[in-house]
């Protein structure tokens, strides 16, 4: 909370995306940062409860495996208490 506004994000995300320029993943569909995401993504879909993205990757085949396998995963912790 208290670097919020700060670019640490951003500075993360771009590291990120240097190292690892083809990535899927996978979001609650309720997270605010999917905002973000929405922006810097190549395509997403929807399933269930999940916002599955991906940038990097144009192979259909891939991404439908990759869709498919990250809907199919429990979730690994639960969101923040309020």
């Not at 269930?48 to 869709?67: L, N």
């Not at 990250?70 to 690994?76: H, W």
């Amino acid at each position: 909370e208290s670097a919020r506004g700060e670019g640490l994000a951003r500075t993360v995300w771009d590291h990120m995306i240097r190292d690892y320029p083809s990535l899927v993943w996978r979001s609650r569909s309720d997270n605010s940062f999917n905002v973000f995401y929405d922006k810097e993504c190549d395509g997403f879909t929807r399933v269930g409860s999940w916002s599955i993205y991906w940038i990097g990757v144009d192979d259909f085949e891939i991404i439908g495996r990759a869709v498919k396998r990250l809907s199919e995963m429990p979730a690994s912790f639960k969101g923040r208490q309020h």
